[in-house]
């Protein structure tokens, strides 16, 4: 079955520094979407990429598809200490039905 | 905010009780989901009603039983439950794909 892999687990960064998180699926995805969980907290949608290599920017955030659609990534430019939870990739294969949620990456920021 | 409403935020129940976990939006959202999720862990999916039907079950025990009384509500009706089943249970309504969740419950069997 279709499988969302997600790294790194874990990342701890000073305010301030840059934060990258990576998505690969196992299957072409018809698209994928970024969802923010904060600490006691429940997901929250960020956004969702539908096309090919699209790259959508939410103020310090930037996201991306790969061109190949089984790939993605979430840069964070300049940390702050609100940017701290666990955000989830989530993808929909083309002959799917249903959200597959990757493991998530906690980034804690100190300040 | 969200604009999934989830009753209770916690329950603690006996492995012997008889409970209901309860989810309404006012979205208008037709599908609804119940999804499960453990600490540190991604959630996991559960039950899927579309336009008040049950579309997917994820072979999830016959000790879990969802509802859907109408296109607003969603109960989740529990009955001896384990321990293991503690967690974080989570109701969401979906419009484009896109989740919305509510707040949660978070239940701890004893």
């Known amino acids: 079955g279709q499988q969302v892999m997600q790294i790194p687990q874990y990342q701890h960064v000073q305010e301030g520094e840059d934060f990258t998180t990576y998505c690969n699926s196992s299957?072409?995805?018809?698209?994928i979407q970024w969802y923010k969980q904060r600490p006691g907290g429940h997901p929250v949608f960020l956004i969702q990429l539908v096309k090919s290599g699209e790259v959508k920017k939410q103020k310090r955030l930037t996201f991306q598809f790969g061109e190949a659609k089984k790939n993605s990534s979430l840069h964070i430019t300049a940390t702050q200490t609100t940017d701290v939870g666990t955000y989830f990739c989530?993808?929909?294969?083309?002959?799917?039905?249903?959200?597959?949620f990757g493991k998530g990456t906690s980034l804690l920021v100190t300040p | 905010d969200t604009e999934v409403t989830q009753t209770p935020k916690h329950l603690v129940m006996g492995m012997t009780n008889k409970k209901s976990l309860k989810c309404e939006q006012h979205?208008?959202?037709?599908?609804m989901y119940w999804y499960k999720q453990k600490a540190k862990k991604p959630p996991e999916l559960m039950f899927v009603y579309s336009y008040e039907k049950l579309s997917i079950n994820e072979s999830v025990p016959s000790r879990f039983s969802p509802e859907c009384p109408n296109s607003s509500l969603l109960n989740l009706h529990l009955h001896a439950l384990q321990p293991e089943d503690s967690a974080l249970y989570l109701c969401?309504?979906?419009?484009?794909?896109?989740?919305?969740f509510g707040s949660g419950t978070q239940l701890s069997v004893l």
């Open positions: 969401a309504s979906s419009r484009l794909e896109k989740l919305f």
């Open positions: 989530a993808g929909v294969a083309n002959s799917g039905y249903a959200l597959n």
């Open positions: 299957t072409t995805l018809s698209n």
């Open positions: 979205m208008g959202h037709r599908a």
